[in-house]
């Protein structure tokens, strides 16, 4: 079994060329993104690893096909960077639903509190030997509400640790967890109410630009915007817009809806061409991290045992849970009782 991984930085070869040794898959990695000009390089393989800035569109799958591939396997959960409805009858797809919850969940947490405790100065003061505390003024999270957009697993256990710091918590889920101990209410409801606002859904055409112009003016004033999910959940000019008309108090991005071209790479010595990106950096009351929420020991070896897994199911053809399809929701036609694979 050889498998081209696309995109693969040095923490992928490290957790992966073990599982590979493992299992008896061969890995080959390439440091460039699978998209239309790259897709050449997967030819005599017999499946490509991809993650969520690969441009798994029709044309690169098109060409998969010809090339003999049935099989993706997405390092990661998201999946909207793939034409799941042209894969359908072509290329089977598998995801990595659940890597580490708990990483993701914690570098949100991790996140809320540099920015309201304002960590981050601190520690540049500190490294110049400046101790002052002016400016550095917090506030407690005891007490505070926090609204949770999206409860699956990573938002649950966001919740769940939100609750240890003794804070009101209230969430919004178009497709709500039955016999949760939740407070569900209506998305302007959460909007008005909540003094945070943590995005945990997943990216679809209900979830896109979720926040946006206009539901930045039903926000809370100074309310605190915290997204490790998918970029584009935001529209990142109302978010700028809303930054500057002080309607939002601080944002905390883990992604960003432009970051394909930037995150994961060295830039240090160069301008960034992204003008919101880069005013969103500048501001005092935002803090970026480049997708790293997921970037624990434990999550990467999860990722490369699943994806592993994933990959030995599909060539001994067995049914997988992990297989993603367009109908994948349908009641009708989806095979999501994993009686059948989904084609």
């Known amino acids: 079994m050889r498998i081209a991984v696309f995109d693969a930085k040095d923490y992928d070869i490290q957790s992966f060329s073990a599982c590979g040794e493992k299992y008896g898959i061969e890995f080959k990695f390439y440091e460039t993104k699978l998209n239309e000009d790259t897709v050449n390089l997967a030819n005599g393989f017999d499946g490509v690893c991809v993650f969520v800035n690969d441009d798994v569109n029709a044309a690169v799958i098109d060409k998969l096909y010809a090339a003999g591939i049935r099989v993706i396997a997405l390092r990661c959960a998201g999946y909207n960077n793939v034409a799941l409805e042209h894969c359908f009858g072509k290329i089977h797809v598998f995801h990595v639903p659940a890597y580490s919850p708990y990483a993701v969940a914690e570098h949100t947490m991790a996140l809320l509190l540099t920015s309201v405790r304002r960590i981050h100065k601190a520690y540049n003061r500190t490294k ?162 480049s997708h790293q929420a997921f970037l624990t020991d434990e999550a990467l070896n999860n990722i490369a045992e699943t994806t592993a897994q994933n990959l030995l199911a599909f060539f001994d053809d067995k049914m997988c849970a992990n297989e993603l399809c367009y109908r994948c929701g349908n009641v009708e036609e989806c095979k999501k009782k994993r009686s059948a694979r989904c084609f």
């Open 128 to 289: 110049e030997f400046n101790f002052s505390l002016s400016g550095l003024t917090g506030f407690d999270l005891h007490g505070k509400t926090v609204g949770v957009i999206g409860t699956g697993k990573i938002g649950c256990i966001f919740m769940d640790i939100c609750k240890g710091f003794g804070m009101e918590v209230i969430a919004y889920d178009k497709f709500p967890r039955k016999d949760a101990n939740i407070n569900y209410v209506s998305i302007d409801e959460l909007f008005g109410r909540s003094d945070i606002i943590s995005l945990h859904c997943p990216l679809t055409e209900d979830t896109f630009h979720i926040i946006n112009s206009d539901t930045v003016s039903k926000l809370k004033k100074g309310v605190i915007v915290l997204n490790t999910s998918r970029g584009a959940l935001i529209d990142s000019e109302a978010l700028l817009d809303g930054i500057k008309r002080r309607q939002i108090g601080a944002a905390c991005l883990d992604v960003y809806e432009e970051e394909a071209d930037v995150f994961f790479q060295d830039f240090s010595g160069h301008i960034v061409e992204d003008d919101i990106l880069a005013r969103l950096i500048s501001m005092p009351n935002v803090i970026v991290t």
